[in-house]
């Protein structure tokens, strides 16, 4: 996997779709466009607006080094 290429494609995916609406953002197309769960695309901002990229960049790397790609919670 070249997960380099793989983030940066996400990035733009994910910035086409998200809809500003003050200080949020909403996850309609997310859920809409990709097949993402309203519960997933929920949880997904929660992480993002509770740990930021700096974490969650740690946590990426950290997961494909166990190679770990879907977690135990099952999104």
Do not use: C
Request: charged share 25%; no cysteine; proline share 1%.
């Amino acid at each position: 996997m070249n997960t380099d290429e793989n983030v940066s494609y996400l990035v733009k995916e994910y910035s086409d779709l998200l809809i500003r609406k003050g200080d949020s953002f909403s996850m309609d197309r997310l859920v809409a466009k990709h097949d993402w769960s309203p519960a997933a695309a929920e949880h997904l901002l929660w992480l993002v607006n509770k740990y930021g990229s700096f974490m969650l960049r740690n946590a990426f790397a950290l997961s494909i080094a166990l190679g770990i790609d879907d977690g135990e919670l099952g999104f």
